[in-house]
Structures are given as structure tokens and as C-alpha cells.
């Protein structure tokens, strides 16, 4: 399954710069497991995982009925760009 492609399709609407979305796809710690990783810029990592975590837990959600089709448990896991470099 494509799991790069269905999170495109749920974030892209969301986040202000869709082509700076990172998504790595890996196993996890078992074979079932499948580890995603979602790197953005800090604006958009915040839109991602919204207050108190209700955006994350959503596109868990959606997601992991995805990866039952497949018999796998999906982990995502949302981070940003550092910014180091970047002068202020």
C-alpha cells in the first residue's frame, strides 16, 4: 500500500507549503509495524498536530484503518525542519 501517497492526500489541504512535506515510510520494531515519518516546517508541524494533539490523533486514525486492509499497525510520528542556520 501506497501510505505515502494516502498521507499526501490528508495533509496536503492542510499544511500552507505542501511541497516541503517529508514523509518517510520505514518497519518498525516488528514486521507488522510500520513507521511514518512526517517532517515539515514549524508552521506547518503545528497545523499537523493542532491543539492538544487533536489533528495528530485524527490522521492516526484514519491511517491505521488503512494499514488493518494490510494487517499492520501504523505509527506516525511528526516532526519540523530545524532551523538552524536561519539568522533572526
Same mark, same amino acid.
Given at each position: 500500500?501506497?501510505?505515502?501517497? /494516502?498521507? %499526501?492526500?490528508?495533509?496536503?489541504? /492542510?499544511?500552507?507549503?505542501?511541497?516541503?512535506?517529508? /514523509?518517510?515510510?520505514?518497519?518498525?520494531?516488528?514486521?507488522?509495524?510500520?513507521?511514518?515519518? /512526517?517532517v515539515?516546517?514549524?508552521?506547518?508541524?503545528?497545523?499537523?498536530?493542532?491543539r492538544?494533539?487533536?489533528?495528530?490523533?485524527a490522521?492516526?486514525?484514519?491511517?491505521?484503518?488503512?494499514?488493518?486492509?494490510e494487517?499492520?499497525?501504523? %505509527?506516525?510520528?511528526f516532526?519540523?525542519?530545524?532551523?538552524?542556520?536561519?539568522?533572526?
Open positions: 500500500m501506497d501510505y505515502e501517497a /494516502i498521507i %499526501h492526500s490528508l495533509i496536503d489541504p /492542510i499544511v500552507s507549503n505542501p511541497e516541503s512535506i517529508l /514523509i518517510r515510510v520505514s518497519e518498525g520494531t516488528s514486521p507488522k509495524d510500520v513507521l511514518i515519518l /512526517i515539515a516546517e514549524q508552521e506547518d508541524a503545528s497545523r499537523l498536530i493542532g492538544k494533539g487533536t489533528v495528530a490523533n490522521l492516526r486514525e484514519v491511517i491505521s484503518v488503512a494499514g488493518k486492509n494487517n499492520k499497525r501504523i %505509527h506516525l510520528k516532526e519540523s525542519f530545524d532551523e538552524e542556520g536561519k539568522e533572526d
